[in-house]
């Protein structure tokens, strides 16, 4: 079933998730340009700036990740650079487990036992080489063991809200207990593209030599004339079949495909190929401009400040059908039951857009500033408008509804 963004939507509100769930397109709709028909198990177009789904299939069907695991390897050791946990020149011992031996007629980055190899070579030899036997060394490297670096892959799947993606290992070897799905991928991409754009950088890289041996890059977007591709990552195995998630941009508008389980190298090229295609053809993303009436402070009660100035989630940005900015319209609603305190970044209203009267997608409200608990003698106005603040308040939103009726539709 192909769906599209750009039909009623409702906001699932969990942790730092927002995400629309959204039924399938009528043929009939004129506004709306057609998918194309890909020819893969499941898929999924994301734009990176508003983070809306442009339109997908299957997106959150569980799929074999195969060497698509690699982006989060590579997320997780990136993310222990930035830290400074670990360093790039740091030289890592290859043990037996990362053997380039142990991983027979599978991509590998021929690492040996007892090389020291820099952590920087190791993670070219993943992004680029796509090797099964640099990801344990990796794994080793930052967690001591695969087990423990399995457990922190897990936990950071978790924060970035990737809510049906299983790692079992660290470079995608079939695992039945193993799974992802587009959408996840897509959110992880999204996530390191934001995150880490210095090491995305190496993912376009079309080529790696190590012991002089040189490797390509599997991505064969990287080298299409017609699009701006920088990455992401190929995967293959027999329980998978071929899949790639792919990222190019235009100018700023930056899509990310995924194609899952397509049947040879030659379809999840063309068909990612297909997807970016059209998405930069029918769609771009738009930011509109809020005046102080209508994004206006949100009232904090019992707070000092009192009222807090707000922001719209993802930087506001929108992502819609090209020629349609005219068609857009809004409704803007705040939590009248806000109390302190409220931190600088949590959700406190949200906008609700619409196209020719379709709900197109949703976006937060956050707190652009912190209220502390204001001292008793400063709130005890508060205690006496509260009650009548709520007979004026036209534009009310509740997170607690938002969450239970998204819970029902799951």
Request: net charge negative; hydrophobic share 40%; glycine share 6%.
């Amino acid at each position: 079933m192909i769906k599209t963004l750009f039909r009623p939507a409702l906001l699932c509100f969990t942790t730092g998730l927002y995400l629309s769930l959204i039924p399938p397109v009528s043929a009939e709709d004129p506004l709306i340009p057609s998918p194309p028909e890909i020819a893969a198990d499941a898929w999924v177009l994301m734009s990176y700036q508003s983070g809306q789904v442009i339109a997908g299939s299957n997106e959150h069907k569980a799929h074999a990740p195969a060497s698509l695991v690699k982006i989060m390897t590579s997320y997780v050791v990136g993310t222990e650079l930035k830290a400074g946990h670990i360093h790039d020149d740091d030289k890592v011992v290859i043990s037996e487990n990362a053997w380039s031996q142990k991983f027979p007629g599978s991509s590998v980055m021929f690492i040996k036992v007892g090389d020291e190899v820099s952590v920087d070579d190791l993670n070219h030899g993943v992004i680029i080489s796509s090797g099964n036997d640099a990801t344990v060394a990796l794994a080793e490297h930052v967690a001591g063991h695969t087990s423990a670096f399995i457990e922190m892959m897990n936990r950071q799947a978790e924060n970035l809200g990737m809510n049906n993606t299983y790692f079992a290992n660290p470079h995608g070897l079939d695992n039945d207990q193993q799974a992802t799905t587009a959408y996840d991928m897509a959110l992880l991409t999204r996530a390191f593209i934001r995150d880490l754009p210095e090491m995305y950088e190496l993912f376009k890289i079309k080529s790696f030599t190590f012991n002089n041996i040189k490797q390509g890059n599997r991505n064969p977007l990287l080298w299409d004339t017609s699009l701006n591709a920088d990455g992401v990552k190929t995967g293959y195995t027999k329980d998978a079949g071929y899949s790639l998630v792919s990222s190019a941009s235009q100018g700023d508008f930056r899509l990310i495909a995924v194609v899952l389980g397509t049947e040879n190298v030659n379809a999840r090229r063309n068909e990612s190929k297909k997807l970016l295609t059209w998405g930069f053809r029918f769609y771009q993303d738009l930011k509109p401009d809020f005046d102080n009436n209508t994004l206006k402070k949100a009232k904090v009660w019992y707070g000092s400040p009192s009222n807090v100035q707000v922001e719209v989630g993802d930087g506001g940005v929108l992502t819609v059908p090209r020629r349609q900015r005219k068609s857009l319209e809004h409704k803007v609603f705040y939590n009248s039951n806000l109390e302190a305190p409220v931190t600088k970044g949590q959700q406190v209203g949200k906008v609700e857009w619409y196209l020719d009267k379709h709900l197109l997608t949703v976006q937060p409200i956050l707190a652009a500033e912190t209220s502390e608990k204001a001292p008793w003698y400063k709130s005890m106005i508060d205690t006496v408008w509260r009650p009548i603040g709520r007979w004026f308040s036209d534009q009310d939103w509740d997170p607690r509804t938002d969450k239970a009726i998204a819970e029902t539709t799951q």
